[in-house]
Each structure stands twice: as C-alpha cells, then as structure tokens.
C-alpha cells in the first residue's frame, strides 16, 4: 500500500465491505478489521482507515465503536427513494438521520443511489412498490429516469449535505458504469442505458454506444461540477400520472398488477417527452427468446421473473421498433409502439402462458443524452401455446 504509486491521494483504505457484525461487539470479524487497521497506522505514510456497512440501526452504533474504535471515519451504504407524493421513500436514510450523530465520529455514504435494492416493506420501511404479477412473482415498479433524477438531487441535499453537522464528509454515487451485465436495457439504479439487445459480457461503449441518464446530471452538479449543457431528453407524464412514465391499458401500477394479455391481441403503449434536437423512440421486449428480431414476437420465456434473473443467458431482450411520433406542441413529442406476443408469420410461436414481461423504451438525443421508462406486464396464464421445435 506505501509504494503505491497514488498513495498520497487516497483519502483512505477500506477494510472490507458488508463484513463486520453489527450485532456482537467481539465478533471475530470486528477484531480482524481493528487490527488491519492499527497496522496500516504505523506505516508510513499515514494513511486515514475505515470500513463500509450496510445501514446501521441505533443499537449498533456502540457496537462499531466498541470494537472499532481506531477507525479514522466510518462508510455506510444507505439509500434513498421517492416513487410519488404517496409512495415516499427515504426510510432507511431518514431513520439513520435520527440517530447517527450518536456515532460521534466522521462517516460518509460509500453506497448511494435511487431506492434500496427490490424488497417490501419491512418495520420501518416501506420499500420499493411493487406488484404480484400471474400470481406468485413480484414486479418492482421503476420511476421514470427523468422523476428518478430529482431522488438523487434529494438524497444529497438531505442525506449528505444534511447531515454535514452528524458527521457526514460526502458520499460516492454506486453503479457509474453502464449496465454492461443487465438482461434490461437500463433499469431504476443505473445512471447510463445503452442502445441495443441485451447480450451478456458486451463492451456497449464500443458495440452500440451509451446514453447518460439524467441522474448523472444531478450526480454531477450535486459534486459541485459541470454537466452537460444539453440537458437529457425529459418524460412527461401520462394522463392517469403514472410515476413509471408508458401510458397502457396493461401494465402493473401501483393500483393493480395490470391486465393479463392474449398473444393474439395487439398491443398498444404510448411515451411523450421532449428534449434538444432530433429524439429518437427505441422499444424493447423484455424476456423470453427472441423469434424473429423484426417481429416484436417472443415464446418460451423460461424465466417468469426475466428482470431479475442476473446473469442468465435464457433471458434476452428484443427490439420492437422505433414506434410513431406524434408532434403534440410546445416541444412535446408523443410515440407508440404497436406489437403482439407472437410471431404473425408462424402461429406456433407465441409467448409463454403465465410468463412475465417488461416493456421498456429508451429516448434518445444526438447528444449522448436519454431518457427511459418501463412497465412490467404479464400472459394470461389460460393461453394455449402450441409446443415448438
């Protein structure tokens, strides 16, 4: 560590992640970490110490201090969402605002971004809305990018530079990169989306390029920088103001999980937006195989929660289409995508009885600047699929 090059700009070391027990005061992992720790202050330079936890409760603060007490400041994984004015997240930063003063030493947000990870609603949270799609599988409702944006305004503006007199120094925005492993073309914790099929271990910079996302925006300007001075292309909502942006009579809301679809019906969502320039619509199917890439078909499906299978090479996305625009005025434009869940050349290939789908549509300007939105939606269980080859 002393002969690293850049040692003398690394404002400290962190010793683990996620792995001290915030419980058990002698746990042996808190000892480990103490040592590390003590051990890396004699060295010279000296160099500042620290280790990162998933969010505290009030009861452990007197445990890392117990069993840490030569940590130099303390990094905390903590997030912070907003869905609508009923659906106010926060709940894990607004309870640790109550109470981390009481840690009496520096700390800074190592992990922060838009919503906890997907869970319900537990004591004192209320999590991520979400839906029981067919019955048994959870989909998770995601805002809109633009509506997304202002929750990472918040989270600084409330959670770091609100708490600048409990502590907190800063805090580091998770997931920078694109979504170079996600099955979704973007989804609610990404800052950047990618024009393209998802394909698994794909370099986007390279093969399809990448769109910044509005919240790298904030990101930027929250840091005290620059962003571009092409603001991103904006959503605007539909008529029943859905937070999640796509305007159908099919999808899961925080009302209800949506009417289930036929493969034989067409389907029909709409996006408006603005932005500078040209903008272009680009919707894609998510789950499922693809049937043929110009159809907007998909059948099989093997996994009935596609959006949240990582890494597995059995979900895919495809692209639909660029849809149609309507010019609605006062720089507002207004697309629809039309498609079934079948191949309309082979009524064989239709999509998988009782799976569940995500819609998705990403715009985009010439100025590496976008926007994304997505429903989830599922196939009537009932539908009869004739098996294929």
Same mark, same amino acid.
């Given at each position: 560590?002393?002969?690293?090059?850049?040692?003398?700009?690394?404002?400290?070391?962190?010793?683990?992640?996620?792995?001290?027990?915030?419980?058990?005061?002698?746990?042996?992992?808190?000892?480990?970490?103490?040592?590390?720790?003590?051990?890396?202050?004699?060295?010279?330079?000296?160099?500042?110490?620290?280790?990162?936890?998933?969010?505290?409760?009030?009861?452990?603060?007197?445990?890392?201090?117990?069993? !840490? $007490?030569?940590?130099? &400041?303390? %990094?905390?994984?903590?997030? @912070?969402?907003?869905? +609508? =004015?009923?659906?106010?997240?926060?709940?894990?930063?607004?309870?640790?605002?109550?109470?981390?003063?009481?840690?009496?030493?520096?700390?800074?947000?190592?992990?922060?971004?838009?919503?906890?990870?997907?869970?319900?609603?537990?004591?004192?949270?209320?999590? !991520? $809305?979400?839906?029981? &799609?067919? %019955?048994?599988?959870?989909? @998770?409702?995601?805002? +809109? =990018?633009?509506?997304?944006?202002?929750?990472?305004?918040?989270?600084?503006?409330?959670?770091?530079?609100?708490?600048?007199?409990?502590?907190?120094?800063?805090?580091?925005?998770?997931?920078?990169?694109?979504?170079?492993?996600?099955?979704?073309?973007?989804?609610?914790?990404?800052?950047?989306?990618?024009?393209?099929?998802?394909?698994?271990?794909?370099?986007?910079?390279?093969?399809?390029?990448?769109?910044?996302?509005?919240?790298?925006?904030?990101?930027?300007?929250?840091?005290?920088?620059?962003?571009?001075?092409?603001?991103?292309?904006?959503?605007?909502?539909?008529?029943?103001?859905?937070?999640?942006?796509?305007?159908?009579?099919?999808?899961?809301?925080?009302?209800?999980?949506?009417?289930?679809?036929?493969?034989?019906?067409?389907?029909?969502?709409?996006?408006?937006?603005?932005?500078?320039?040209?903008?272009?619509?680009?919707?894609?199917?998510?789950?499922?195989?693809?049937?043929?890439?110009?159809?907007?078909?998909?059948?099989?499906?093997?996994?009935?929660?596609?959006?949240?299978?990582?890494?597995?090479?059995?979900?895919?996305?495809?692209?639909?289409?660029?849809?149609?625009?309507?010019?609605?005025?006062?720089?507002?434009?207004?697309?629809?995508?039309?498609?079934?869940?079948?191949?309309?050349?082979?009524?064989?290939?239709?999509?998988?009885?009782?799976?569940?789908?995500?819609?998705?549509?990403?715009?985009?300007?010439?100025?590496?600047?976008?926007?994304?939105?997505?429903?989830?939606?599922?196939?009537?269980?009932?539908?009869?699929?004739?098996?294929?080859?």
């Amino acid at each position: 560590m002393a002969s690293y090059p850049n040692a003398d700009h690394i404002l400290a070391w962190c010793i683990s992640n996620e792995w001290i027990d915030l419980a058990d005061s002698s746990a042996a992992h808190n000892a480990t970490v103490e040592e590390i720790s003590k051990w890396i202050q004699t060295q010279s330079p000296r160099m500042l110490t620290m280790t990162a936890f998933q969010h505290p409760s009030e009861g452990s603060l007197s445990v890392i201090n117990t069993s !840490m $007490p030569s940590l130099d &400041l303390l %990094g905390i994984n903590s997030f @912070y969402g907003k869905f +609508n =004015s009923d659906w106010q997240g926060g709940g894990l930063l607004n309870q640790l605002s109550g109470y981390i003063k009481k840690l009496g030493r520096p700390w800074c947000l190592t992990e922060y971004y838009s919503y906890d990870l997907p869970s319900p609603s537990f004591t004192g949270y209320k999590g !991520m $809305p979400h839906q029981t &799609l067919n %019955g048994a599988y959870d989909y @998770y409702l995601e805002l +809109n =990018s633009t509506s997304n944006a202002q929750n990472y305004t918040d989270a600084w503006t409330n959670y770091v530079t609100g708490n600048q007199q409990n502590g907190c120094v800063g805090a580091c925005a998770l997931n920078w990169a694109p979504p170079h492993n996600s099955q979704c073309n973007a989804f609610w914790k990404q800052m950047f989306t990618y024009a393209g099929q998802w394909e698994i271990y794909v370099d986007w910079y390279t093969k399809y390029g990448v769109y910044r996302l509005q919240c790298v925006d904030a990101v930027i300007s929250a840091y005290g920088g620059n962003p571009s001075a092409t603001a991103c292309p904006q959503i605007v909502l539909p008529t029943d103001n859905d937070p999640q942006g796509i305007e159908c009579d099919f999808k899961a809301d925080l009302n209800s999980a949506g009417r289930q679809v036929t493969t034989d019906e067409e389907l029909k969502a709409s996006i408006t937006a603005n932005g500078t320039g040209d903008l272009q619509f680009t919707w894609y199917l998510v789950g499922g195989k693809a049937v043929l890439m110009n159809t907007g078909g998909i059948w099989e499906g093997p996994s009935y929660n596609t959006y949240e299978a990582w890494g597995s090479t059995s979900v895919t996305s495809i692209k639909l289409g660029e849809g149609s625009t309507q010019d609605m005025g006062g720089g507002r434009l207004k697309n629809t995508i039309k498609f079934y869940m079948h191949d309309p050349s082979n009524a064989n290939k239709k999509a998988y009885p009782g799976n569940n789908y995500q819609l998705r549509v990403i715009v985009n300007d010439s100025n590496k600047g976008a926007a994304t939105a997505s429903i989830g939606f599922s196939v009537k269980p009932s539908d009869n699929v004739a098996s294929v080859e």
